[in-house]
């Protein structure tokens, strides 16, 4: 099976930095994902690491440790819009087409 | 928008009633997935289609029951719900090859059961 663990909330002001950690075990393992989700809207895909390292996307960042079963995605410059859950997801070997989401992390930016 | 299509937006819903939700994607994608989402809770994975193949049942109960017609479109139906099936549920779909990277998802059906 798979798990995900992820922290429920984090707070901070605009400007700055928020890192959202993401631990899972699952039997087998092509890569994680980041999807995030405002109030009322759908998820939508921000990134996928397959190889351990950071991949930068504007003010989004990515990284993925395979040996340490654990990623964390890092929003910089925070902006109001910013608030939203965000969800890390792992596609496993185990299950075809599986993609496993965890509880997702509320981020609340304030002025 | 992001593709994928569902469709009613609102349900509210009988215990005793039948309905559908629909999904329909426009971006040739061979996987579709349904999802529950519940205040305070994962991503609830409930079934996956590849190639109009069924390849996952998350041990859902048999009151919903999905259909996929083809690889563009997807339904749920739903009979003699509870109320504890009230919640979002949301439709996907990806490329369906093992290793591809990102899920479209649509906008949801936000289902309450009286």
């Known amino acids: 099976g798979q798990s995900l663990e992820q922290p429920s909330e984090v707070t901070a002001v605009e400007g700055a930095i928020v890192q959202i950690n993401c631990t899972y075990q699952?039997?087998?393992?092509?890569?994680l994902s980041w999807y995030q989700q405002h109030d009322g809207g759908a998820p939508t895909f921000l990134s996928y690491?397959?190889?351990?390292g950071l991949e930068e996307t504007g003010r989004f960042s990515s990284f993925l440790s395979r040996s340490d079963s654990y990623g964390y995605l890092l929003l910089q410059e925070l902006q109001m819009k910013d608030s939203a859950s965000y969800f890390c997801a792992v596609r496993g070997t185990d299950s075809w087409g599986k993609l496993q989401f965890g509880a997702g992390t509320q981020v609340v930016v304030t002025p | 928008e992001t593709g994928v299509t569902q469709t009613p937006r609102h349900l509210v819903m009988g215990m005793t009633n039948k309905k559908s939700l629909k999904c329909e994607q426009h971006l040739g994608h061979n996987a579709m997935y349904w999802y529950k989402q519940s205040a305070k809770k994962p991503l609830e994975l409930m079934f996956v289609?590849?190639?109009?193949?069924?390849?996952e049942n998350n041990s859902v109960p048999s009151r919903f029951s999905p259909e996929c017609p083809n690889s563009s479109h997807l339904f749920l139906h739903l009979h003699t719900l509870q109320p504890e099936d009230s919640a979002l549920y949301l439709c996907?779909?990806?490329?369906?090859?093992?290793?591809?990277?990102?899920?479209?998802f649509g906008q949801g059906t936000r289902l309450t059961v009286v």
């Open positions: 996907a779909s990806s490329q369906g090859d093992p290793v591809d990277t990102e899920a479209f």
């Open positions: 690491n397959a190889l351990d």
């Open positions: 289609y590849n190639f109009k193949e069924q390849t």
């Open positions: 699952t039997s087998g393992f092509y890569g």
